[in-house]
């Protein structure tokens, strides 16, 4: 599997990706908002665009859908449940559905709820797993919940993302990792891991971003670090009637509110 990482340089700061099976060339284009860059990085390559994954029904993930079809007549996948706010879907996906791309590429679907709920992400059949999850999570954060849940995304984290290998790669759909970095270190002031690498990523070049694993983000990442008590003890300044011993769930869902208007 040949993964390429796609800067949109918008004011979305979108990633979109491109996954190809290195013996045929056949290639998913993952949320190709930005269809002109997929062409050309496709091209490059000598890739062929066969399919499209769309991990979510938003625009900024589907916008590109239409003129990719156009030029390549790929076949548009995403949630079962997206048909009506998706056009063209030719294929709906559920939970534990694999998407195979050329001979070697296998993509095991997740039913991924709480951005929106008809959200999927992908994990790769390969000796180190990756996770494309477009806005379900980000590096060093979550997505919002605005067309969604928050509990059905902490339900999301805790019973899926949370359970996966350490080694995992990690592709988000939008590169906000400085900020979330910041909104880490308000909550957990002395998590000398986050301000590593904030240090280190502060001035990246998205062309080139970092790409974090589970293992990492475990660390970095506050909605991973429900149990700590750095993160309880900061978030019952924001909310002093925090039970003394809050659950995770407690926890993740106060730290979310928190992040609506940080």
């Known amino acids: 599997m040949i993964v390429k990482q796609i800067w949109t340089a918008n004011s979305y700061r979108n990633f979109n990706y491109l996954i190809a099976c290195p013996e045929t060339g056949e290639a998913l284009a993952v949320d190709p908002l930005d269809h002109e860059k997929c062409l050309q990085a496709a091209k490059a390559a000598g890739w062929q665009i066969t399919q499209i994954l769309n991990t979510h029904e938003h625009r900024d993930h589907t916008g590109g859908n239409a003129a990719l079809v156009e030029k390549t007549k790929a076949k548009i996948l995403a949630h079962?449940?997206?048909?009506?706010?998706?056009p063209d879907m030719?294929?709906?996906?559920?939970?534990?559905?694999?998407?195979?791309?050329?001979?070697?590429v296998e993509l095991e679907v997740l039913d991924t709820p709480g951005h929106t709920m008809s959200h999927v992400c992908?994990?790769?059949?390969?000796?180190?797993?990756?996770?494309?999850?477009?806005?379900?999570?980000?590096?060093?954060?979550?997505?919002?919940?605005?067309?969604?849940?928050?509990?059905?995304?902490?339900?999301?984290f805790s019973g899926q993302l949370h359970k996966l290998p350490d080694t995992t790669l990690i592709y988000p759909g939008h590169d906000y990792i400085e900020n979330n970095l910041r909104f880490t270190l308000a909550?957990?002031?002395?998590?000398?891991?986050?301000?590593?690498?904030?240090?280190?990523?502060?001035?990246?070049?998205?062309?080139?971003?970092?790409?974090?694993?589970?293992?990492?983000?475990?660390?970095?990442?506050?909605?991973?670090?429900?149990?700590?008590?750095?993160?309880?003890?900061?978030?019952?300044?924001a909310f002093p009637d925090l039970p003394d011993a809050p659950d995770p769930r407690t926890v993740f869902l106060k730290l979310r509110e928190l992040r609506n208007s940080w």
């Open 80 to 86: 079962q449940n997206a048909r009506d706010k998706i």
């Open 90 to 104: 030719f294929r709906g996906l559920a939970a534990g559905d694999v998407i195979k791309v050329g001979k070697t």
């Open 122 to 156: 992908l994990l790769s059949h390969t000796d180190q797993p990756a996770l494309f999850c477009g806005d379900t999570m980000f590096n060093a954060g979550v997505g919002n919940c605005n067309s969604g849940h928050p509990v059905a995304l902490y339900e999301t």
């Open 187 to 237: 909550r957990e002031p002395d998590n000398k891991q986050a301000q590593a690498m904030l240090n280190q990523v502060k001035d990246q070049n998205p062309d080139q971003a970092y790409v974090s694993t589970l293992s990492v983000e475990r660390e970095i990442n506050t909605f991973f670090r429900l149990t700590s008590p750095g993160v309880i003890a900061q978030l019952r300044v």
